[in-house]
């Protein structure tokens, strides 16, 4: 028993009673955790402001038997850009059902925490394509999660030699040369661009990990074998942005 502080952003929240709600929160030094905010629905409440979704936080909690109780929160970054912009949203809320899934209640993950302030922030702030920001996200997560596929030779034989054609299997979940990729069947060709730039996302540091540029088609390449990757290596299908199917949109 006893209060806590740490930074973190809200990621799911749950209207319960007249006017409260219980929140989700991605904490620095926490996690993932649960925290009860009594009184946020209404506006003139303290907590009103801070407890929205996707608000990024400095919180006071009291921590309870089940679950925190907020006590205050000030906000750093609100991230209205997101919530006002269809696409955006729609972007985030992908974003936010893998972190979900991803990240397990009370471990701290400071580096997931770290990726997704970052795909927000360029999300909101630039003008970068929010699908190459969803590339990297997606694929620089699972790298931290254990996932990275192995890009650096052909997992099959050794060989280093990937400069003809380079497939991507799925199965052994690394690149194979062109000799290995024409024996598997369900591996599938991909292009040097997008095994360079699968190479910079996995490997990279931190501060250069969105620092590159790729051509549409290059992206669209990139997305396929992302949603395929994120699907068997996580185990669920992630449809949000289908949506933007509907509207025409990438």
């Not at 089940?66 to 269809?86: A, G, Q």
């Not at 770290?114 to 360029?122: D, I, P």
């Not at 992206?219 to 994120?230: A, D, F, H, T, V």
């Given at each position: 028993?006893?209060?806590?502080?740490?930074?973190?952003?809200?990621?799911k929240e749950?209207?319960t009673?007249e006017?409260?709600?219980?929140?989700?929160i991605f904490?620095?030094?926490?996690g993932?955790?649960?925290?009860?905010?009594?009184?946020?629905?209404?506006?003139k409440?303290?907590?009103?402001a801070a407890?929205q979704?996707l608000?990024?936080?400095?919180f006071?909690?009291?921590?309870?038997?089940?679950?925190?109780?907020?006590?205050?929160?000030?906000?750093?970054?609100?991230f209205?850009?997101?919530?006002?912009?269809?696409v955006?949203?729609t972007?985030?809320?992908?974003f936010v059902?893998?972190i979900?899934?991803?990240?397990q209640?009370?471990?701290?993950?400071p580096?997931?925490l770290?990726l997704?302030?970052?795909?927000?922030?360029l999300?909101?702030?630039?003008?970068?394509p929010?699908?190459?920001i969803?590339?990297?996200?997606?694929m620089?997560?699972?790298?931290i999660l254990?996932?990275?596929?192995?890009?650096?030779?052909?997992?099959?034989?050794?060989?280093?030699?990937?400069s003809r054609?380079?497939?991507?299997?799925?199965?052994?979940?690394?690149?194979l040369?062109q000799?290995?990729?024409?024996?598997?069947?369900?591996?599938?060709?991909?292009?040097?661009?997008t095994?360079?730039?699968?190479?910079h996302i996995?490997?990279?540091?931190?501060?250069e990990?969105?620092?590159f540029d790729?051509?549409?088609?290059?992206?669209?390449?990139?997305?396929?074998?992302?949603?395929?990757?994120?699907r068997?290596?996580?185990e669920r299908?992630?449809?949000?942005?289908?949506?933007?199917?509907?509207?025409?949109?990438?």
């Amino acid at each position: 028993m006893g209060y806590i502080k740490t930074k973190g952003i809200i990621i799911k929240e749950i209207n319960t009673g007249e006017a409260d709600k219980i929140l989700t929160i991605f904490s620095r030094n926490y996690g993932k955790i649960s925290g009860s905010a009594k009184g946020a629905r209404r506006p003139k409440n303290k907590l009103a402001a801070a407890t929205q979704m996707l608000c990024y936080s400095d919180f006071v909690l009291f921590k309870g038997r089940d679950m925190y109780s907020i006590n205050s929160c000030d906000i750093i970054e609100p991230f209205y850009e997101i919530r006002n912009d269809v696409v955006k949203l729609t972007y985030c809320a992908h974003f936010v059902d893998i972190i979900n899934d991803a990240i397990q209640e009370g471990q701290p993950a400071p580096k997931a925490l770290q990726l997704f302030l970052n795909s927000l922030h360029l999300l909101a702030k630039t003008e970068k394509p929010p699908e190459l920001i969803a590339r990297i996200f997606e694929m620089r997560l699972l790298s931290i999660l254990g996932y990275a596929p192995y890009l650096k030779c052909c997992i099959e034989c050794g060989n280093a030699d990937l400069s003809r054609e380079v497939f991507f299997s799925f199965k052994q979940c690394g690149v194979l040369c062109q000799d290995c990729g024409r024996k598997e069947q369900s591996s599938i060709n991909i292009s040097q661009g997008t095994l360079r730039a699968l190479r910079h996302i996995a490997h990279c540091g931190f501060n250069e990990l969105f620092c590159f540029d790729l051509a549409p088609p290059l992206i669209n390449e990139m997305g396929r074998i992302c949603k395929r990757y994120l699907r068997e290596r996580l185990e669920r299908e992630y449809t949000k942005l289908d949506f933007l199917k509907s509207l025409n949109m990438p």
